[in-house]
Nanobody, 125 residues
Framework: QVQLVESGGDSVQAGGSLRLSCKPS????????MGWFRQAPGKEREGVAC???????TYADSDKGRFTISRDNANNILNLQMTSLKPEDTGLYYC???????????????????WGQGTQVTVSS
């Protein structure tokens, strides 16, 4: 089974930036959808950003315009560039891959079947 390893999480002040990376243990073609998800303490895991096989990207309303999801295909890495960070962005960020349902464009945790262990992002005011 493919393993996903996230990195880049850190503690930063509001207004700062971070780049998260997800490195699969083996190559994942861009034809497979991937996503970033966030779980804050006491809350359910929510979709932050997804990139689908056709190249379409989606973002949570609260993150749109501040976050950018992209794939570095040459290095087999999924990135999440985060700017203008807010305290409410705090949480454990997970990388996910492989849709359970072919053709789905719903950026929600139940749609993905392979997950990383997460990387912590903490934003202070």
């Amino acid at each position: 089974q493919v393993q996903l390893v996230e990195s880049g999480g850190d503690s930063v002040q509001a207004g700062g930036s971070l780049r998260l990376s997800c490195k699969p243990s083996q190559y994942i073609s861009e034809t497979y959808s991937m996503g970033w998800f966030r779980q804050a303490p006491g809350k359910e895991r929510e979709g932050v950003a997804c990139i689908f096989a056709d190249g379409t990207t989606t973002y949570a309303d609260s993150d749109k315009g501040r976050f950018t999801i992209s794939r570095d295909n040459a290095n087999n890495i999924l990135n999440l560039q985060m700017t203008s960070l807010k305290p409410e962005d705090t949480g454990l960020y997970y990388c996910a891959a492989f849709l359970k349902t072919r053709g789905s464009t719903y950026c929600a945790a139940p749609n993905f079947r392979v997950w990383g262990q997460g990387t912590q992002v903490t934003v202070s005011s």
